[in-house]
Structures are given as C-alpha cells and as structure tokens.
C-alpha cells in the first residue's frame, strides 16, 4: 500500500482523504500548515453556495457528486439556486443554461418573474424577467463538510496534522520521498498538493511551475434586514445569482451575504501570502482573507438596492476581500507532475466541485483512469507559454472579471495576442484572414480576400447566435474547396517525432493501429486508457525504419508518450520522444484540383498509384523539402506538407503562385470545420473522450484486437454491446444551425447531447453530431434539439454525408 501524504486540510484535502482511504488506501497523512478544520485558507472562509451547471460536462459532473456526498453527510442545505435575468440577452443565456443543465441530467426549469418573486421575497419581480431555477443547488457548509469526511477517513486509518507547514518535498532520483515540515518528515510515495492559493509555492518545491493565480474577491454581510427578521434557520430561499451586475446573495438568518465580481481584478502572488498562525482561532487572522476596500464595492450595493429593494433599509456590516484560485482556462489543475513521479496536484478546485474531484482524484490514482472525462482538468494540458506568470496572470486576471460574462463558443481570448503564429501568418494577413485563437495560435476563421467568391452562390446565413464569429464567406470557401483546391493552415496541430531502435514496439503498445508496416505507412489509431476509454486520436506515419512522426491532439498526448517512454515494460531501449511542433509548419493541399496544382512541383510520383491514399513521402516542392503525407481531413483528394518553420513561406508562395491558373484559394477553420462534419470526422474532447470506447464513437475500424497487447486492449475484451453511440443528425431548416452541447430530445425525454455542429454547405443541410441511446440511432429516427427556449426538428442520418464511397478522397 502506497504511503500518501496530502498537503492542505482544506476541503479538497479533506474530501481526498475519504475517497482515497474508501478505496483502501489508507495509509495516509493530511499535513496543514493551520489548525484543523478551519485552517485558514479559501474553505475556511467560502461562502458555499453551489450553482452545479455549467457548460463544462466534467464540472457539471463534479458539483453534482459533491451535492449528493454532502447532502448524505448532512452538510448541504438544498435550498435551491436561482439565476435572474434583467436583460433579454440575459434570459436567452439563462435558456442555454438551462440545456446545459437538462443535457448533463440536471434538473432545472425556466421561471416567470412572479414565481422567481414568489421563492425568493427580497426580489423585485418588475425588476426581473425571469429566471434559472434549479431546486437540488443550495449551500454547503464547508467547514463541517470538510470535517465529516476526515472523520471518516479516519476512522479508516488516516492521520490529520494541524500545525505542520511544509518546509519542503524531498526528491530523488525523478520521485517523491518525502515530505519535509518543522516537526520532521513523513516518508511519502505519494504526495498530493491541494494547498490551494499556496499551491504554487508548494508546487515550487519540486521544480513544477502551476498555472494558478490567487485573486481577491469581496463579500460583504448586511446587517438585518426587515424582510428577514425573525428567521431562525440560516438559510430557507434560493441562493441568487444577478450576473448581469457580477453578484451572487446568500442568506444567514436575518443578514445577507453579498459577493461581488464587478471589481477590478486583485492578484496577489502566492509567495506575499502569510503562512497560516498555528494559534490561530478567529476568522480575522485568516491569511485567506483580505481587508475590504469599500470603495470597490460601492457599485455592488446600488445594484443590491434596485434587484432587493428590502436591502435599502439595511446597512453593510462587515465585509473583506478573500483569496480564491484561478486558472487561465477557468478549469481545475488535477494531475501528476510531468518531472517528478509521485507528485501530484488537485488545485484551483472550488468547493463547488470539491468532492467531485475528489472521487476522480481517488480514481486516478488507485485505478489508473478516472470515469470522469479530465483531459480539460490535467495540468500538463497547458503549452510552456500558458505557464509563464505574465501570461498567467494576465489570462486568470480577464477571468475573473468574465466570470459571469456571457460567453460566445468561439470567443478567443483578447490578449496576451499574438502569441504563435504559422509561418503563413504574413499572407494570411495580406488575405485579409479573420484570426480567432486556439492554445496561442492565431488560426484564419475566414479571409475577407474571398468576398468575391460569393458572387452566385446563395449562402443561408444561421441564427443571430451561430451568427457570431461567422461570414458568408465560410460557405463560400467551403464550397470552393470541393469544386477546386484550397490552402489549409493546419500548422497548430501538434505534431511529435518518436525514434529509435524500440519506437516501433512502443507504439504498437500504446496505440490501437497496426504500425508494422513499411516505411510511408500513415495509420489512423487511437490511444486508450486502461478502461478503454479514448484518450485520443492520432496518425502515425512511418518515415524511416525507426522514425515516426505522431500528428496528435495536443499537449497530454506529449505528456502520455513522455511518460509512457519512461515507464519500465511500455517500450524498448532507445525510444526518443520530440516536440517538433514549434520547428515546422503544415500546410493541407486539399479539393479535387490538388493533384493538378501539387504535381508540377515535384518528381515524385503523386498519382494514384504512385502514392496511394495513407501513404507518405518525403520529397521536394519546388526548392522545398517537404514530408508529403496523402490524407485529408476535409475528406477531398489532397496532402498535408510538412516542412522547417524557416522554408514555410517559401512553400505557401511556391504552391500560392503555382495554384493561381487553377483557382487556388487559402480557407479558413469556419470552412475546415464544416468539410470535416460533412464527411463524418471525429475531433477529440468534442466528439469523444475517455469516458468513451472506439466502438460507442464508430471508431471499432481503428482498432486492431489481433495485432497483439495494447494499452485498453483487455477492457475492450469485455466491453458489451454500446448501450449509447456518436449519431449524426442533419436539419433541414438553414437558419437552425446548433454550435454543441446542446440537449437531444425524443418527445418529452432529453436523451443525449449534441457535440460538434455546423451547417453543410456542400450538402445544404445542417449537421449536429450528438450522443444518443443505441436504439434512437437508426437512420430516419426523428429527434428534437433543444436550442435556447426552441425545440429544432432534426432526423438520424447515415453517414458520412459526403463521398460515403471515399471515391474523392481515393481517385
């Protein structure tokens, strides 16, 4: 039995403790730096409301495990949550919430002013127009919820130490040894950091950099208010959300509580931080908590006047500024360090999820995978740009001040930017491209250079909400690219080289393909994890006998083979695993005019039996050495031409000028997007993630049960028959484009989820890929999508919608 030592007694310590010795790890140590239970950091002060949906499933999935633990602990008043609206846009945001909740199995229901009045009597129902009502939110007891589970754990053997700073994490030889405090050291195989708003400076101590940005943020009690007098239970209406003013209210007996996010942001570095007085015994010398700046709050408590006219009779009372956690995505930080085996982090968790993340926290480490989907929650997901403090800081400070913004799917961020740019990006700003974002790269959306494309062509434009972020101008390049040949900047996806005398046998272990083939094979697999589950999809192609270049998802699939290299029996001697992302660019040669433009320029034979479909070379176009690897991710004839990032310009103008006589357009993400859902193509934690298995995604044909043993390769020998599968459906009506996540209904019952959308504008329908019961997969099925407060007819369809013979992609 491994030894654990958890740092911080929070109640993300806590809850880890329980889960952890639930499952029979119980040799454990929870060491805080203050006294138990109220030590001092951001769970000893929280205000516990939880509001449990969310546009994240896994965050969605976390508060509703942590509603159902604490309401069985008895530390969880189920009051009931309200969101208001005081704005249309306001209401039709409440109405997406309002899906997002019916989609993850959350019950909820949009309410008239009059009822919102009627729950909660401080509201002013004229100053309402109405509002998002979910009956199982209510208020968590923190402090007592954080006690209760480390009594139990306990009770099962767990050791909890107040008083303990930690001084330092003992490591040797790449592990954890030891954990290093005033009193002495407690030998560790395990150490778990939930330090919270000290998490970094714990982090420090083993060398890992956590993207974690403490801000301040203020809560102020009102002295009693008349509506409330006499009330003798803490809490019997609805925790509030008025997001249209950045406030949230919660009741404590005859006062009220008022949380603010309207003001300007307030980092602080975790090092300025005091250390927690073990003598500590009053809310007032919390190091959590900051004193109030009045002046901030000002605004908050006009708005507070006008939503809860009752409040005018009251006062403020008391009030500070404390300390929470932010990320630069918004997302937790769970996971082990990518340096240093054994040590691992479950940070930037509110309590709102607290035991959710427990429970996946628990799993991950006694089972090897969680059955939660936490690729969004890893902390080795971040790039090394999205771990420098100015970008941190910068992204966790606009964060915060969006936390109740309304949102747009395809809203980049605002800056830090430019951050990556392809080597392309000077002629696709000479093309007049629209950039959005995605991991710092600046990605063309569309290019203006192409209004003239839409001369003839009847482009329905989508409703206002699709209507964002979005032109004409995409339909247009789509369909230019299936009628001619266009320029695809695909230099974000992240490309990785493996070689070496084992990188055939490590792959083969680690992937679903069979890669023992000859050199120029290109084989679409997936990687699994212990449960089977989907972890990603990749494409391997074979360029030497012992070289492989992997063109994966991102920075966790780097992470994965990294530690898979590492690990003892994953490999054989030799392998070298290289991020070549950076180095080298890509460029997709793509439509039915790409044999046509691309031929001229090389010697290589590209016909078709010169260089069959998944199949690759390395060649030259015109005075550029390229890798040429035959596929096509829009699903027309085409490349994809990988080069140095120092020859990319002089590729793009070699193939911009060569393509001119034939039409050549460069096209953006908008038209990707719609090609790829058109021939039916997966994207990874959209379409599928591990909580998934290759056969439920239509993905059984990437996986090769005879090849010999494959990580997943055993779960996937017991799986059943897929009781849910990834379905498409198609939209007559042009204007009814959904963007995801978005609930599937069959009458009255919501009995899935939309994943990726888009209108087709090569087939003339929209497109909407949703996971649904095996027996409403059936082609002709009808369904129902819930969007915003419509219902849009939409039907099961076979797929893939285009080219369903592969005679494009093939010829």
């Excluded at 005081?86 to 993850?104: F, I, M, N, V, Y």
Aim: glycine share 10%; charged share 20%.
């Amino acid at each position: 039995m491994p030894r654990v030592v958890i740092i911080g007694a929070g109640i993300v310590g806590c809850a880890l403790a329980d889960e952890l010795t639930a499952r029979g790890w119980t040799d454990v140590t929870v060491l805080d730096q203050g006294p138990l239970f109220a030590t001092g950091g951001s769970s000893s002060h929280a205000p516990g409301l939880v509001f449990q949906t969310n546009g994240a499933k896994t965050l969605a999935d976390f508060a509703q495990y942590t509603v159902r633990k604490y309401v069985e602990l008895g530390c969880f008043n189920q009051v009931g949550g309200l969101e208001l609206a005081t704005t249309p846009q306001r209401l039709a945001e409440l109405h997406r919430r309002h899906g997002w909740a019916t989609a993850w199995g959350i019950g909820a229901e949009i309410i008239p002013p009059q009822a919102c009045a009627d729950l909660h009597p401080l509201i002013a129902a004229d100053r309402v127009l109405g509002g998002l009502y979910v009956p199982s939110d209510g208020l968590a007891r923190t402090v007592a919820a954080a006690e209760a589970q480390a009594h139990a754990a306990q009770a099962r053997g767990a050791t909890f130490l107040g008083g303990h700073e930690v001084l330092d994490v003992r490591v040797t030889g790449g592990r954890v040894r030891a954990v290093v405090t005033a009193q002495g050291e407690f030998p560790a195989d395990v150490v778990v950091c939930c330090a919270g708003i000290w998490g970094p400076r714990v982090a420090r101590m083993v060398g890992m950099t956590l993207p974690l940005t403490p801000l301040a943020h203020q809560l102020a009690w009102t002295g009693q208010v008349p509506a409330l007098a006499g009330q003798t239970a803490e809490a019997t209406h609805p925790i509030l959300r008025h997001q249209d003013r950045d406030l949230y209210f919660r009741e404590r007996y005859d006062r009220l509580g008022i949380g603010w996010y309207g003001h300007r942001p307030l980092p602080i570095d975790a090092d300025e931080i005091v250390a927690v007085d073990p003598a500590m015994d009053t809310a007032e010398t919390m190091p959590s908590m900051l004193p109030f700046t009045e002046a901030d709050f000002a605004p908050a408590w006009q708005h507070t006047q006008q939503l809860l006219p009752s409040t005018r009779e009251a006062k403020l009372d008391t009030g500070f500024n404390g300390l929470f956690s932010f990320t630069p995505d918004n997302m937790p930080l769970m996971g082990e360090s990518a340096q240093v085996a054994g040590f691992w982090v479950a940070e930037a968790v509110w309590v709102t999820h607290s035991a959710g993340v427990a429970r996946a926290m628990a799993e991950w480490l006694v089972d090897g995978a969680a059955t939660t989907d936490l690729h969004d929650c890893d902390v080795n997901r971040f790039e090394p740009h999205q771990r420098g403090p100015e970008y941190v800081r910068m992204r966790d400070c606009q964060n915060y001040v969006e936390v109740y913004d309304i949102i747009h799917p395809l809203q980049p961020m605002q800056a830090p930017r430019p951050l990556r740019t392809s080597p392309f990006y000077p002629r696709q700003q000479e093309l007049g491209a629209y950039f959005l974002e995605a991991s710092g790269w600046e990605r063309p959306q569309w290019y203006e250079a192409n209004a003239g494309l839409l001369d003839g062509r009847d482009i329905p434009r989508p409703n206002a909400w699709a209507a964002r972020y979005w032109s004409p101008i995409v339909g247009a390049e789509a369909q230019v690219t299936r009628e001619r040949v266009a320029l695809f900047d695909m230099s974000a996806l992240k490309r990785i080289e493996v070689s070496g005398p084992g990188a055939l046998a490590f792959l083969q272990r680690l992937s679903t393909g069979q890669l023992d083939k000859s050199v120029g094979s290109v084989t679409y697999c997936l990687l699994l994890d212990e449960r089977g589950g989907i972890r990603s999809d990749i494409t391997v192609a074979r360029v030497g006998p012992d070289e492989f270049q992997v063109g994966a998802n991102g920075n966790l699939d780097l992470d994965w083979l990294n530690r898979r290299a590492a690990a003892t029996g994953d490999g054989a001697p030799g392998v070298v695993v290289r991020d070549v992302t950076a180095g080298t660019c890509c460029v997709g040669v793509w439509g039915p005019l790409a044999r046509q433009l691309l031929q001229p320029l090389t010697t290589t034979d590209l016909s078709n039996d010169g260089l069959r479909y998944f199949r690759g070379t390395r060649t030259y176009v015109g005075t550029v050495p390229v890798t040429a690897l035959r596929l096509s991710y829009v699903g027309e004839l085409g490349w994809e031409l990988y080069t140095t990032a120092d020859l990319g310009l002089k590729l793009w103008d070699t193939l911009w000028q060569a393509g001119q006589h034939l039409g050549v357009i460069a096209a953006g993400r908008g038209a990707f997007t719609s090609l790829r859902l058109e021939k039916g193509y997966r994207a990874f934690g959209v379409d599928m993630t591990p909580e998934h298995d290759p056969y439920e995604a239509g993905l059984g044909f990437a996986v090769h049960m005879n090849k010999g043993e494959f990580i997943g390769r055993s779960a996937l020998h017991r799986r059943d028959e897929p009781r849910r599968k990834l379905t498409c459906l198609t939209i007559e009506d042009p204007a009814q484009v959904v963007l995801g996540k978005e609930p599937v209904y069959d009458g009255p019952r919501c009995v899935g989820y939309v994943t990726s959308a888009a209108y087709g504008y090569t087939i003339g329908r929209g497109i909407a890929y949703a996971w649904l019961p095996a027996e409403l997969s059936v082609p002709g099925t009808s369904v129902q999508i819930g969007y915003f407060d419509e219902r849009v007819d939409a039907i099961v369809t076979a797929e893939p919608l285009f080219d369903p013979g592969m005679q494009r992609l093939r010829s």
